[in-house]
């Protein structure tokens, strides 16, 4: 009995040891540095368009949500090119927009708050842009 209560404890502190000895803080992210850069005015347009003036200024009250914008704006949404298969199975851009408006592709003017991305998702996620050698890469957010 006594062996089996051993080996049990012991087995504990070395589960409680690894739980804090964890490197990724969920509730921390590591942001660039360009994110404590004023808003662009691309930037406030984007914001505008997608969530309302009222929501912007309540945005550029709250520094964190302001980071976290700026963040997705300016790091974690890459588009690139990839020659289109009809025969490839990426989900097509089209299947997360959040407008009831079709919206036109325009690569110098892509605003990734119009979609219903998943940025709190803790791996990439890619999407094409259909029809066309276009990718959206969403990058996951960096935890410190």
């Given at each position: 009995?006594l062996r089996i209560t051993s ?138």
């Amino acid at each position: 009995m006594l062996r089996i209560t051993s080996l049990f404890l012991l087995i504990l502190i070395s589960l409680n040891t690894y739980s804090q000895t964890k490197k990724e803080n969920p509730w921390i992210i590591d942001f660039k540095e360009n994110v404590n850069l004023p808003f662009t005015e691309k930037e406030v347009n984007y914001i505008i368009t997608a969530f309302g003036e009222k929501v912007f200024e309540r945005i550029k009250k709250i520094k964190p949500l302001e980071k976290n914008i700026k963040d997705i704006l300016r790091n974690r949404v890459e588009i690139l090119t990839k020659k289109f298969y009809p025969s490839e199975n990426i989900p097509i851009l089209s299947s997360v927009n959040k407008s009831k408006n079709k919206t036109q592709f325009n690569i110098n003017n892509f605003n990734p708050l119009l979609y219903d991305f998943d940025f709190d998702s803790n791996r990439s996620h890619i999407y094409r842009v259909q029809g066309t050698d276009y990718i959206i890469n969403v990058i996951p957010k960096k935890l410190k």
